[in-house]
C-alpha cells in the first residue's frame, strides 16, 4: 500500500494523461511554451512519480513545431499517451505558432528517442486523444462548434485513424457536446472499453472554476453517446469560493494491473482566492455503480489524502534542490521559454548564462529555435531565463552568482509570462552595484526596492533569494555572509487569476544586457517551507 497527500505531481503538470503497461504507468502533462516539452513521468504506485524524460526534447522537434513562435500560453496543449503492441503514441496539438496544427509522436521507450512530429491532416481544435479497440485505431478531439448552440459551445468529434501512417479515416462522428446545457469547451475527451461499452470521459465548463469531468457511454466507438444521468463525475465548482483545491478537471482514467480504476485529473491549490503553481496532477480511486464510473465513492471529490494498494519501485523525487550546474547536459527539471536556451552552457565552475544579442532573439527568455514568421506578442529585452516550476506554496528559492560585467544585469525572475512576473537583479550604476526587486505587471515594470552595494570586489559571490509564503513573497540579497531584505511584495501578479493563461509560475536565473559577457551561477538552490 502507499499513502498519498494530492497533489501526486505538484507544480505546473496540467492535463494529465496516463496508460500503463504491465506494472508501470506512465504520465504525459502539457508543457505550452516551455523547453524541453511534454514531460514524461513513470510509476508503479500511481503516487510516486519519476521523470523519464520529455516527448519534446530535441532543437529540430521544437522547429518542425514552431514553438518559437508560439505566444505565452500557447505551445503544447493537453496530450494523450497511450501504449498499443509495444509503442508508445503522444497526440498532442501546438496552438499560436505558424504550426497550429495536431500532431502524433511514437517512441518504444518512453525514455526516448520519440519521433518527428507527424501532423494529421484534417485533425481540427485542441486535445486530441486516441483509442485502440478491436484492432482499430481511433482519433477523436475537441473544436468549437460551428455555428454553435452557444458561444463556446463545443463539439468532440472523432474519425478512424491509420496510427502508422498518421492520417485520418474515413468518415467523421460528432460524439458529444458536453453533459450540461450551456457548458462551454466540452474537451480533453478519453475513450476507453468497459465491460461491453465505450466510455467517453471529457471535461466540460472550462478550465477556471467551473471545471468538471462528465462521461457518456455507447455501444459502439462511433455512437450516439448517452450521457450519465448522475454527470458530472466530478467537479469542485459546487464547494465555492473558499475551497482550497479548485477548478477540478481534465481527468483521464487507468485500470490498473488488480482491475481497479484510477484516475489523474487536474485542480489547482488556492491562496487569497488566486493559485500561482499552475495547474497540478491529482489522484483519485474510481469505482463502477450501475455501469458509471464513481470518482472517489463516497466523497465525490479529490481527496487531501488517500492510498493505493501498490508499491513503488522508485525513492520519492527529492523537494529540495541543490544544483552546482555540473559539466554537461543541463538537466531536464530546466525549462527554456520557446526553445532551449542557448546562452546557457555547464561549466566546472557553474552555469554560464549570457544574454542574447538582440538581432537574432524572438523575445525574453529564449533561445531561439527555427523561423519565427509571427512577429512576438510584446515587446521584450532580450534575456536569457532558465526556468525551474514552483512545486510548494511555500518555498525559498535561490541563486549564488559571481558580480557579473558592469554591462550586464543577472537576478533571479519568478517567471509566469513576459507580461508578468517578480525578479530581484544586480545591476552596475553609476554609484556602483545596486540590487533592485521589480514587480512586472502587464508589461510595465515598477520598482519595489533597492538596496545600493557600492563597491563590491571583483570575483565576489552573492546570493539572491525568493521566499514565497503566505505572507507574500519577500526578495533578499546575501553579500560576504550577511543577507538583507530588499523587498516585501504581493504574490497575486503571479497568479493565474491576475496575469490569465494555463501555466505556473517559474522560478530561476536570468541575464540581460550586453552579449558577450556570460554570468556564472555557481548555484541554484529550491526548497519547500515548513
Ligand atoms: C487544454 C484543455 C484544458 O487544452 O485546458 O483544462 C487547455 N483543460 O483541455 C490547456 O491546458
Redesign the pocket.
Known amino acids: 500500500m502507499t499513502v498519498f497527500t494530492n497533489p501526486v505531481l505538484p507544480g505546473m503538470y ?2 494529465p494523461s496516463v496508460c500503463r503497461v504491465g506494472d508501470t504507468y506512465y504520465l504525459a502533462n ?1 508543457s505550452f511554451e516551455y523547453f524541453p516539452g511534454l514531460p514524461l513521468h513513470s510509476s508503479t504506485d500511481l503516487v510516486t512519480w519519476t521523470p523519464v524524460g520529455h516527448a519534446v526534447d530535441r532543437p529540430g522537434q521544437a522547429a518542425l513545431l514552431d514553438l518559437a513562435g508560439v505566444p505565452d500560453s500557447g505551445g503544447l ?2 496530450p494523450t499517451l497511450r501504449h498499443h503492441d509495444g509503442v508508445f503514441f503522444l497526440a498532442c ?1 501546438v496552438v499560436g505558432g505558424g504550426a497550429d496544427a495536431s500532431f502524433l509522436l511514437t517512441a518504444t521507450d518512453p525514455a526516448g528517442p520519440w519521433s518527428d512530429p507527424v501532423f494529421l491532416e484534417g485533425a481540427r481544435g ?2 486530441p486523444t486516441i483509442f485502440f479497440h478491436e484492432g482499430r485505431a481511433w482519433w477523436a478531439g ?1 473544436r468549437l462548434a460551428e455555428p454553435g448552440a452557444y458561444p463556446g459551445q463545443t463539439e468532440i468529434w472523432l474519425r478512424e485513424l491509420d496510427p502508422v501512417a498518421g492520417r485520418l479515416l474515413g468518415q467523421e462522428h460528432i460524439l458529444w457536446t458536453g453533459a450540461v446545457a450551456g457548458a462551454v ?1 466540452a ?2 475527451p478519453h475513450l476507453y472499453a468497459h465491460d461491453g461499452w465505450i466510455y467517453l470521459v471529457a ?1 466540460e465548463g472550462g ?1 477556471e472554476r467551473n ?1 468538471a469531468v462528465s462521461v457518456a457511454r455507447s455501444r459502439v466507438v462511433t455512437g450516439p453517446y448517452v450521457g450519465n444521468p448522475g454527470n458530472p463525475i466530478l467537479s469542485h465548482r459546487q464547494l465555492g469560493a473558499t475551497a482550497s483545491v479548485q477548478n477540478v ?2 481527468a483521464d482514467l487507468v485500470e490498473a494491473g488488480d482491475g481497479s480504476w484510477w484516475a489523474l485529473a ?1 485542480g489547482v491549490r488556492v491562496r487569497d482566492g488566486g493559485h500561482l503553481l499552475g ?1 497540478e496532477t491529482f489522484l483519485a480511486p474510481v469505482g463502477w455503480e450501475s455501469g458509471w464510473p464513481v470518482v472517489n465513492p463516497g466523497a465525490g471529490r479529490l481527496g487531501e489524502r488517500g492510498s493505493t494498494p501498490f508499491t513503488s519501485a522508485d525513492a520519492p523525487t527529492p523537494a529540495d534542490l541543490h544544483d552546482t550546474f555540473p559539466p554537461g547536459p543541463l538537466a531536464a527539471h530546466w525549462l527554456g521559454v520557446r526553445g532551449p536556451a542557448s546562452g546557457a552552457h555547464t561549466a566546472a565552475d557553474g552555469l554560464h548564462l549570457e544574454s542574447p544579442p538582440p538581432a537574432t532573439t524572438t523575445g525574453a527568455d529564449t533561445g531561439a529555435v527555427g523561423s519565427t514568421s509571427t512577429p512576438p506578442p510584446a515587446p521584450r529585452t532580450p534575456t536569457a531565463f532558465l526556468g525551474y516550476r514552483l512545486r510548494h506554496p511555500d518555498l525559498l528559492a535561490g541563486i549564488h552568482l559571481v558580480l557579473p560585467h558592469p554591462g550586464v544585469t543577472a537576478g533571479l525572475a519568478l517567471r509566469q509570462s513576459d507580461g508578468f512576473g517578480l525578479r530581484i537583479e544586480l545591476a552596475h550604476a553609476p554609484a556602483g552595484w545596486a540590487v533592485t526587486a521589480i514587480a512586472r505587471e502587464a508589461g510595465v515594470d515598477t520598482v519595489l526596492g533597492r538596496m545600493r552595494l557600492g563597491h563590491v570586489a571583483a570575483g565576489a559571490v552573492l546570493g539572491l533569494s525568493a521566499e514565497l509564503s503566505a505572507a507574500g513573497v519577500a526578495f533578499s540579497v546575501t553579500v560576504a555572509g550577511v543577507t538583507s531584505l530588499v523587498a516585501l511584495t504581493d504574490a497575486a501578479l503571479l497568479t493565474t487569476e491576475r496575469a490569465g493563461g ?1 501555466v505556473g509560475t517559474l522560478v530561476g536565473p536570468f541575464v540581460s544586457g550586453e552579449p558577450g559577457h556570460p554570468v556564472t551561477i555557481t548555484a541554484f538552490d529550491y526548497a519547500p517551507l515548513p
Do not use: N
Open positions: 496540467p492535463d502539457s496543449y493537453a496539438t485542441i486535445d475537441c469547451w474537451e480533453g471535461a478550465t471545471h478537471g481534465h487536474l495547474r494555463f
